[in-house]
């Protein structure tokens, strides 16, 4: 099923970026995929095999009137074919080539406190300028850090944090015994 759900991903976003509507499309897709986890009744009608295509379809052109047409073919295709149930899979990977199309590097700060927001953007414009990427900022508190800085950039992960340093001093102790 995942590498249909790459089929689909890469045809809306090749499909998208081609006639120009990139940002839209990748907006609507967040939207539509937000709306359709938000709302179990959405879910029981496009997934469900009692309703046919056409109903379907039907639904698809009532619920996301004002979008783009070529996101709208897309959702009525999904549902004509009945591969609605992996829209959530499809949306995933289309993030990952929207965010790769936009040179965009998640970063996360993770600290025991919560950190001055100037102190998060400073780090957030250094990893910018190492990397050579826009970087796509988040700063969360998880007090069992008991502190220091986590640091994530894409799926590295740099740990100055008090509980690791304590953890690799307990490793140290219990080889040395």
Known sequence: MEELAEVYARALFEASKDDGVLERVHDELG???DALDDDR???LFLF???FSSEEKKDG???????ADERFVNFLELLAERHRMPAL???RRIFDGLWAEENKLLPVTVTSATELD?????EIGKRIEEQTGRRVELSSKVDPELLG???????????????RNRLE?????VAKAA
């Open 168 to 172: 690799q001093l307990r490793k140290q």
């Open 117 to 121: 927001g100037g102190l998060v953007d």
């Open 148 to 162: 220091g800085l986590m640091v994530r950039v894409g799926n590295m992960v740099l740990d100055a944090t008090v």
């Open 48 to 50: 469900s095999p009692y």
């Open 41 to 43: 009744n959405l879910q």
């Open 88 to 90: 959530f899979r499809i």
């Open 60 to 66: 698809v052109r009532r619920i996301v009137s004002d």
């Open 31 to 33: 939207q539509f995929g």
